[in-house]
């Protein structure tokens, strides 16, 4: 059982930056993908970025690509997301999720593919 826990979510002016981080624990932290995702009040939960359980590739969704960068740190059990250039749309509750052994974009960028969940941090980006 992989337990999840994100920080670093808070208020920041449009075109600032955050970093998220994600902490594992219970399990081999390398040997599993991880994603984030976002959820804005009244959407669905939506793919922001993923790491291939190696580490070797990563996946954005279009909104976030060149301004967002996923990274797994093995050493710290930590996957982080690096976010630049904030936009008011950035806005939501982001969630870490981890999933066994994965590499596959259409499986990694599917929330009901993860069986494992963080509670979610806050981002709110002011305009």
């Known amino acids: 059982q992989v337990q999840l826990v994100e920080s670093g979510g808070g208020l920041v002016q449009a075109g600032g930056s955050l970093r998220l981080s994600c902490a594992a624990s219970g399990g081999t932290f390398s040997n599993y993908a991880m994603g984030w995702f976002r959820q804005a009040p009244g959407n669905d939960r939506e793919f922001v970025a993923a790491i291939t359980w190696t580490g070797r590739t990563t996946y954005y969704a279009d909104s976030v690509k060149g301004r967002f960068t996923i990274r797994k740190d093995n050493a710290k059990n930590t996957v982080y997301l690096q976010m630049n250039s904030l936009k008011p749309e950035d806005s939501a509750a982001y969630y870490c999720?981890?999933?066994?052994?994965?590499?596959?974009?259409?499986?990694?960028?599917?929330?009901?593919?993860?069986?494992?969940w963080g509670q979610g941090t806050q981002v709110t980006v002011s305009s």
């Open positions: 999720a981890a999933k066994f052994y994965e590499v596959r974009f259409d499986t990694l960028s599917g929330p009901d593919n993860y069986p494992y």
